[in-house]
């Protein structure tokens, strides 16, 4: 039986025979069960990076190699690197996390198309609601390595910078990789948004651009040094207990 089912009929037992539960309810029942599994499955993660880009890129493409090589070493420094846990830049990201000394995690989507779960997982969590799983992607992670990507991906990045903002959540490293793709995009915020008022100059500020992996690396320790969070040593994968 699906997990979800479990724990969706162990409450409905609470409920006396015959009390009406509306498809709403029943709905809150299924969103709930996937914030309680996912934050216990992934509560053993940490620390960890969540690292973002297109489903829609090829094996073959650079981008795919450069996120498999960033994720690759940050897996072999001490991080989990999480990624959606589908095809494209996601499999890059779980081939060189799997491939390195720390988890490899996927968060997969039900999608009635283009996705679906690639095999470098060391965990795998799948959820039904994007929500649930756009809180664990932010809930589990010390920084954002944002890759090029289409509208989900700009979906996690305007999420990110719209809670650190507002002071939803602290502040942490957002890195955008290549920048010949993020260059027009920063030039519209410039241009647009911060010369009609819309976002504050110091805005920009919470974006890093940075193409070499190396540095990627860096920034994201150095992060955590200024923070006084340290590594507590590299977890090896069979002791995560997940």
Known sequence: ????????????????EGSELTSESWRVFR???EFVEGAERLNSIQPAVSIFGSART???????????????????????????????????????AYEGKSASVGLNIQLPYEQYANIYQDVSQTFR???????????FATAYVIMPGGFGTLDELMEALTLIQTST?????????CSTFWNG???????????ENMISPEDMDLIQIIDD?????????RYYETNNLGLSGIKSKPELNL
Do not use: C
Not at 1 to 13: G, L, R, S, V
Not at 58 to 77: C, F, G, M, T, W
Not at 185 to 195: N, P, V, Y
């Open 1 to 16: 039986m699906d997990p979800h089912n479990k724990k969706i009929n162990a409450i409905a037992k609470d409920f006396p």
């Open 31 to 33: 969103i709930m069960t």
């Open 58 to 96: 090829d094996a073959n493409h650079p981008y795919y190699k450069l996120a498999e090589q960033i994720a690759r070493k940050l897996s072999d420094v001490g991080f989990s690197v999480i990624s959606g846990g589908g095809n494209g830049i996601m499999e890059a990201v779980n081939k060189g």
């Open 129 to 139: 609601h994007f929500f649930a799983r756009k809180y664990m992607f932010v809930r």
């Open 169 to 177: 959540i602290k502040r942490m490293p957002i890195i955008l990789v």
């Open 185 to 195: 995009m920063l030039d519209w915020f410039r241009q647009s948004l911060i010369a």
């Open 213 to 221: 992996p190396d540095e990627i690396v860096n920034v994201i320790l």
